[in-house]
């Protein structure tokens, strides 16, 4: 056996002794004045650098006396684990040894593990005197006037390092929290002996046996009775109603023959069956009776449980029982009826099961213990106790999300990360746990591992260490012009790479080749401006005439309209003019007037240009040709798209290329700038995305399977003026339902359960605020059966409401649920926004329903319409344009006044991939070809 090292953080034993490393006497003497250490008390050796040499790693000093807790970079405090053992403080022997074991492992005096020497053993004439250690030379003249010469600065800090231990061994250190109390101050009956404990779990397997029908059923009725003869002294001496006998084993004959009264005789094989058949009748009814009192005493054990939480909830943490486990043991321990003293700390490596417990079905308490405990980790929570919270949803709730959560809040990084890496394979938010406590390389390997290389640069950057982290930086540059994506590629390379003209000259090349051109040329134009070598007037001439080709003038003109308001360069404002007047002057010679509008930025001080413009476009002829009802807007085909979204009076779209999620954002005009999210290590089914610009201009992607990718803020510019945030939430909680702003900083997911959902509560940077159980006593939830994997959550009026199966339930925010509506299966659900009333549409198999209602009631309003359309998706406009899509067609009707009249039916001609409201009567439609048609209902 090998004895190690482990570490262990908290670590709470009194110092009784200190080493100081280094090899010079003077560093020794100059520490221990430093740490006012009484000299004449102390005992001290010398510690070799190895056993291969006598020379000292530094002086170990065995204390009598107390210590402030101001150790340096040059003291580290030991404790003492045996008599003559020493460890460092925040350290334990790995494997366990018993004290026994420790004497007759250690023969020394004196005995240190030092984590680098080792085992280092000492005899009483070892020890050194303190004033060996003093030399005194006489003195020597020196000149008083001359400076000192000055102490050479310590060496820079390039890496900081912990030791990592395993999971257990992390967790283990938050047992220090909740204390053990015995079980006897618990039970009112103290005093159920080891062979009552005995006779309850014979009597539980004796009971499971006649239930299902093995063990000794199997072997007949005679063997049954002679096993019960044998056991009658045990069980049936004062503990039948109605069964005679002292239950002694008499004594026998040759052939096994019993010769009391009270006994049954087994050994011949015509004995009476009907004897035999009465004794199990009776047997099996005293153990049903023995049965019942079991279970009516381990009720009175959950009723004493919950009474407990109210009156001493940290006491009832210790005997709580663990719910909804996927760890339970692989093995039952003995019966019992009364509820065990188990360990309450915080211990994931008692949570993969493998122990043998004794199993109780707490049945109807269910709800009621789930209630306590989730009401004392909110209190442990808002209390910072943060270690008794994770214990409440690890060990007793199985919610390992929400543990590794309060344990991010209460910064206990190390142990949060254990848990996203092991229990919940979150590997980024591990990494992110690990950034967030220091330990960089740890962090840096996981970010390797899941290509986040950028991260990974960042923080070989924190540590000083370019080399490394350029290299991480040149693999994102690569892999961002692979992609075209010369934004990214720039910012990179100015922002961590610190080489602007590169950049520059990367962002010249999107201007040429990319769908960001616009954007690339602002840029460009923006970062010449900052330069020390390059002039901005030069440049605007060169991109003109040797970068821009007549389909992009337009494009140009438009960054040069808001170059000239920004610049205070006059030559490069009439170098614009004239490239201006060029370019619009082009432009109508073809017809086309979209730049008049600008000329005015060029010549803010000519007055009379805006109405000149405009009267010369009021006077072009109209055309006669009929108004189209939409505009159609193109997207780069060669990206799989998936996802439309509305924001405010633009649009983003998300779309896949060779394991690239790609994200285009584009005005109801049709420009498109183009920007690449992340790589996609598993394929994405749903792309759902929740957001409400109500309370904010946030969009959560909620869904298993999408890329972890830290907060963007995609910001506003000249073409695109609002601005929102992209938020992949890996804090989000396990078996997520459906997810919904509540709120200017929260977001509530709706949560599966093995007996009923659950209401998550977090802000909007991924903080736990509260769970919440939905309860219910007029829904059946394990009769539901759910019809999609994802539902729509909706947040009105400070309640939610969700539809499944043939209901439509109104949750409150203490989690009371009650069912509202009640229709033949629901298949979509649509409701009018925050300011309006509240209204519902229905989809359901028998057709389309309106409801209208109020936190009370909801009416139904009008008949079924709409039967004959096969909807596959369905949404509102305002309150009052519901727009129902099949296969490749949009039907739209007016709901007005609750009263469903048609409007129209649209054509899309190819398959509608997603259909979204753009503003009170507009909506797009995102065909599979990448397709994008804007409606306007008011020109139908």
């Known amino acids: 056996m090998q004895l190690q090292l482990k570490y262990q953080e908290n670590n709470h ?13 003077l560093h020794w003497l100059q520490e221990i004045d430093r740490l006012a250490l009484n000299t004449e008390v102390l005992r001290c050796f010398v510690i070799p650098k190895s056993i291969n040499t006598l020379a000292p790693c530094g002086l170990f000093l065995i204390l009598n006396q107390k210590i402030k807790n101001n150790f340096s970079h040059r003291s580290f405090p030991y404790y003492q684990l045996s008599d003559n053992l020493y460890l460092p403080m925040h350290s334990n022997l790995f494997p366990d040894v018993s004290k026994e074991e420790l004497k007759a492992l250690f023969l020394y005096s004196v005995q240190v593990f030092h984590p680098h020497v080792g085992l280092v053993g000492f005899e009483d004439s070892d020890e050194i005197s303190l004033d060996e250690l003093v030399e005194f030379e006489e003195a020597e003249p020196s000149v008083w006037m001359e400076p000192l010469k000055p102490i050479a600065p310590l060496p820079p800090l390039f890496s900081v390092s912990v030791q990592q231990s395993t999971v257990e061994d992390l967790i283990n250190d938050l047992k220090k929290d909740i204390g053990n109390k015995p079980i006897e101050e618990l039970n009112q009956d103290k005093d159920q002996s080891e062979l009552d404990k005995f006779k309850d779990s014979a009597k539980l397997g004796l009971f499971k046996g006649l239930k299902t029908g093995t063990g000794i059923i199997e072997k007949g009725l005679g063997g049954l009775a002679g096993i019960l003869v044998g056991l009658g002294g045990i069980f049936f001496s004062g503990d039948t109603k109605g069964y005679a006998g002292t239950g002694r084993i008499g004594s026998g004959d040759a052939n096994g023959n019993r010769n009391n009264n009270n006994t049954l005789s087994t050994n011949n094989s015509d004995s009476n069956s009907n004897s035999s058949e009465g004794l199990y009748s009776k047997f099996k009814t005293w153990l049903n009776q023995n049965i019942e009192d079991l279970e009516k005493k381990r009720e009175s054990e959950l009723q004493r449980l919950l009474k407990l939480f109210d009156e001493n909830s940290d006491e009832a943490l210790q005997y709580a029982l663990p719910l909804d486990s996927n760890y339970f043991s692989r093995g039952e321990a003995q019966k019992g009826w009364q509820l065990g003293r188990h360990d309450t700390n915080f211990n994931l490596g008692n949570l993969g099961g493998g122990q043998n417990v004794d199993s109780w079905d707490v049945g109807n308490y269910y709800h009621d213990l789930r209630k306590k405990y989730l009401a004392k980790a909110q209190k442990e929570i808002d209390a910072g106790n943060f270690k008794k919270a994770a214990y409440v949803y690890a060990h007793l709730l199985n919610d390992f ?29 591990a990494a992110e746990c690990l950034e967030s406590g220091g330990l960089y390389n740890e962090a840096i390997e996981l970010y390797v591992e899941l290509n986040k290389h950028e991260k990974a640069g960042d923080l070989y950057l924190a540590m000083n260490n370019t080399n490394e982290a350029n290299q991480h930086f040149d693999i994102c540059i690569d892999k961002a012009l692979l992609s075209h994506d010369y934004l990214e590629a720039a910012r990179l390379q100015e922002d961590k790479k610190k080489e602007p003209e590169i950049a520059i000259n990367t962002l010249l090349q999107g201007w040429s080749d990319s769908g960001q051109q616009e954007n690339c040329l602002r840029r460009y134009f923006e970062k010449v401006e900052k330069s020390e070598t390059r002039k901005l007037k030069d440049e605007v001439n060169f991109v003109y005439h040797q970068k821009t080709a007549k389909n992009n003038r337009q494009q140009f003109l438009n960054v040069i309209s808001e170059l000239v308001r920004k610049t205070g360069d006059e030559e490069t404002k009439e170098l614009s003019k004239e490239l201006a007047y060029t370019i619009v002057g082009n432009q109508l010679e073809s017809g086309n007037h979209s730049g008049l509008l600008l000329l005015h930025t060029f010549v803010p001080q000519d007055e009379l240009i805006t109405g000149d413009v405009q009267r010369h476009l009021s006077h072009m002829p109209i055309s006669k040709q009929k108004v189209s009802t939409n505009k159609t807007i193109i997207l780069n085909k060669t990206i799989r798209w998936k996802k439309l979204i509305a924001v405010r009076n633009e649009f983003i779209a998300l779309g896949e290329k060779e394991n690239v999620l790609n994200l285009v954002r584009f005005n109801s005009e049709g420009v498109q700038e183009y920007m690449l999210l992340d790589t996609l290590t598993t394929p994405v089914e749903n792309y759902n995305a929740v957001t409400d610009t109500f309370f904010t201009h946030r969009i959560y992607f909620p869904e298993k399977e999408m890329p972890v990718i830290p907060s963007k803020l995609v910001e506003p510019n000249a ?36 007996k009923a959902p659950t209401l998550h509560h977090y802000s909007h940077t991924g903080q736990l605020l509260k769970i919440v159980d939905v309860s219910s006593k007029k829904i059946e939830w394990e009769k539901i ?29 203490d989690g009371e649920a009650e069912p509202v509506i009640s229709e033949p299966v629901i298949n979509f659900v649509d409701v009018t926004e925050h300011h309006t009333a509240l209204r519902f549409m229905l989809h359901t198999y028998t057709g389309c329903i309106i409801y209208r209602g109020s936190e009370k009631s909801f009416d139904k309003r009008g008949d079924f319409f709409a039967q004959s359309v096969a909807v596959k998706k369905m949404k509102l406009i305002a309150e009052d344009k519901l727009l129902l899509c099949n296969e490749s067609q949009v039907f739209i009707y007016s709901v007005r006044n ?23 009567n507009t909506f797009a439609v995102l065909n599979i070809n990448g397709v994008v048609s804007i409606h306007n209902i008011d020109l139908l």
């Open 13 to 25: 034993h009194k110092v009784s002794a200190v080493f100081i490393k280094g090899n010079e006497p």
């Open 401 to 429: 999300s929400s543990a590794a959560n309060v344990l991010k809040q209460g910064k206990m990084y190390r142990e949060a990360a254990a848990i996203y890496k092991e229990h919940l394979k979150n590997i980024n938010a």
């Open 719 to 754: 073409t695109h003026k609002q601005h929102f945030i992209l938020e992949f939430p890996q804090w989000k909680p396990a078996n997520v339902m459906a997810a919904v702003i509540s709120g200017q900083q929260r977001i509530t997911f709706l949560c599966g359960g093995q």
């Open 785 to 813: 059966q759910p019809l999609k994997d994802n539902y729509d959550l909706f947040y009105r009026k400070n309640q939610f409401y969700f539809a499944v199966s043939t209901m439509l339930i109104k949750i409150d925010e």
């Open 898 to 920: 609750d009263e469903p009249e048609f409007i129209a039916a649209i054509e899309i001609g190819e398959t509608i991939l997603d259909v979204v409201p753009a503003n009170r």
